[in-house]
């Protein structure tokens, strides 16, 4: 017997119905309740056989819509070609690996960048202001600016300077413009947790002597990160793609190992599978990020919010 | 000089905005007694208790925790803090952390008790206070009744020298306000001092040694618990005990 979600109570009180007969009193579910599943379960199956009609429906149109455009065969030559794609697609992942190195360790540095810049935009006094109004600066700067321009002036602007000791690499110098970008939104981004934990979690904290900094630390913090996850993998799966533009300064990444045989071929095919395989890498975090928003939702929904 | 008060208040002023909600007011707490404030909502019992807390600064007169003025500007308000256990309405535990961790935060990074120690101290004060197989729980998996409890544990693990109880039953369903007023009657007979806001007239005339009855701003009335209940000299008190009667509150 199947006992749907709906029916068992939100309290999630012990429900007998699950095994009739197991508990001291014996239960034997009504015609009632028995009319009523069958009707749900008629109505589930109706329901996946409409979405599974319609998704058909929808491929084919598009199907015929896209093949009985007039520059159809062309472009199926130049961007859809079997054999660039199986050229492409080796150097790509090669390419690829810059791209995930570049994630970790920007990432990383982001998450550091971004929480030093969220906290000290709540540092309270007087002594702080010129640090508080240089964080402000900062994020309201680097999150105006678009990434790409802020790319070109990093990593064409930094070596045209011929500072000593300073690299030219522009594997670092285009991580570093990501870094700057990023750490911007992330910083916002822990400061809208921080905001978000109660000020009586900061008075409970500062009532038993806690100094201001131990109340951040201890109390303000761990509940900022942990609320703030769905967004800041949110931002890390955008962070993913965009190291795809490091390839702009040279750096031989995904994108810019298909940019080379294109530039030879004249061929787009290699463009479509640095695409296909971005697309491919962000899924997985993707899904871990609804997984991860899904199960503090449920969480929540438990009554933890004290 | 042992009956000199553990807290004093003398002419304590403080206002939001526009709105006066502490206009003058006077208090003592004498060592191991319990003074209950009562009145109306919005008459400042709250604010009176976050001022002698430091959380709020007052806009005028002077605050004395045994004998140190704790109003002064130049005086450590962490340390202050640390001298003083506060019991919110609302229980405000941290919900990241387990019960023993709750209790043990302040001990440990306040006042460096090692771990070990902490925890046997909590494990003791939970075990007093019912709470002996919560130590690991997360305060959500707790009622409201046991989370008040755990709050209370954590204010005693610092061992205060003075307890502040912001209506602390204000927010319990009615079946577990009982359980929370055992556990204050028993720190009143452990000695501790208190200072409670509190609705719960019938608690406060059976625990308290001194009533204050707060109206606009001032200590409208104070006395013993039969002067101010049974024998209530001011015309709004008796107007406010009326009320309370008819609400059948005591």
Redesign the interface.
């Known amino acids: 017997m199947t006992v749907t979600e709906q029916e068992s109570g939100p309290e999630g009180s012990d429900d007998e119905g699950d095994m009739p007969g197991a508990g001291g009193a014996l239960y034997t579910p009504s015609p009632r309740r028995l009319e009523r599943e069958r009707h749900r379960r008629a109505r589930a199956r109706r329901a996946t056989a409409i979405a599974a009609l319609s998704t058909l429906v929808t491929g084919v149109v598009l199907y015929f819509v896209v093949v009985s455009a007039p520059g159809w065969p062309r472009t199926k030559e130049t961007f859809f070609n079997g054999q660039y794609a199986r050229e492409a697609l080796p150097k790509v992942l090669e390419g690829l690996w810059l791209n995930v190195r570049l994630l970790l360790v920007c990432g990383v540095a982001v998450l550091v960048l971004g929480m030093l810049i969220a906290v000290a935009r709540t540092l309270r006094g007087p002594v702080f202001f010129p640090l508080r109004a240089l964080a402000a600066a900062y994020t309201d700067f680097f999150r105006g600016l678009p990434l790409i321009i802020n790319l070109m002036i990093v990593v064409l602007g930094v070596p045209a300077l011929r500072l000593q000791g300073v690299t030219v690499d522009p594997v670092w110098l285009g991580g570093t413009a990501l870094t700057l970008t990023y750490s911007a939104y992330v910083a916002e981004v822990f400061r809208a947790g921080i905001e978000s934990v109660h000020p009586?979690?900061r008075?409970?904290?500062?009532?038993?002597?806690?100094?201001n900094r131990?109340a951040l630390r201890?109390?303000v913090l761990?509940?900022a990160v942990?609320r703030q996850v769905p967004p800041l993998l949110n931002d890390l799966v955008s962070l993913q793609k965009d190291t795809g533009l490091v390839s702009i300064g040279g750096a031989i990444d995904a994108v810019r190992a298909a940019d080379i045989i294109v530039g030879r071929s004249l061929n787009y095919t290699p463009y479509i599978v640095a695409g296909l395989v971005f697309v491919a890498l962000t899924i997985p975090m993707t899904r871990f990020t609804d997984w991860v928003t899904a199960r503090m939702d449920r969480r929540r929904a438990?009554?933890?919010?004290? | 000089m042992s009956d000199a008060p553990v807290l004093r208040m003398e002419s304590v002023r403080k206002t939001f905005g526009d709105s006066v909600v502490l206009r003058d007011v006077d208090l003592d707490v004498a060592p191991h007694t319990v003074t209950a404030l009562i009145g109306a909502s919005g008459s400042g019992k709250s604010t009176l208790l976050r001022c002698a807390n430091l959380l709020e600064d007052v806009d005028d007169g002077a605050i004395w925790l045994d004998g140190e003025e704790i109003t002064d500007p130049r005086v450590d308000q962490d340390a202050v803090r640390r001298r003083i256990g506060v019991v919110f309405q609302a229980y405000n535990l941290f919900p990241h952390m387990t019960v023993l961790e709750n209790v043990t935060l302040a001990p440990r990074r306040v006042h460096g008790v090692p771990r070990a120690e902490a925890e046997e101290h909590a494990g003791e004060l939970l075990e007093r206070l019912g709470l002996g197989g919560r130590a690991g729980e997360y305060p959500d998996r707790l009622s409201g009744g046991q989370q008040q409890r755990v709050a209370i544990v954590r204010a005693l693990a610092v061992r205060p020298r003075l307890l502040l109880l912001d209506e602390i039953t204000a927010a319990l369903d009615p079946e577990l306000v009982g359980e929370v007023l055992d556990v204050v009657r028993d720190l009143k007979g452990d000695g501790m001092t208190m200072v409670l806001a509190t609705h719960e007239m019938g608690f406060a005339r059976e625990v308290a040694d001194q009533v204050c009855f707060l109206d606009a701003g001032v200590v409208l009335e104070r006395g013993t618990a039969e002067q101010v209940f049974a024998d209530p000299q001011q015309e709004r008190t008796q107007r406010f005990l009326r009320r309370i009667v008819k609400a059948g509150r005591l």
């Open positions: 009586s979690q008075a409970a904290a500062r009532s038993l002597g806690l100094s131990q201890y109390v761990p509940q942990r438990q009554g933890g919010t004290t």
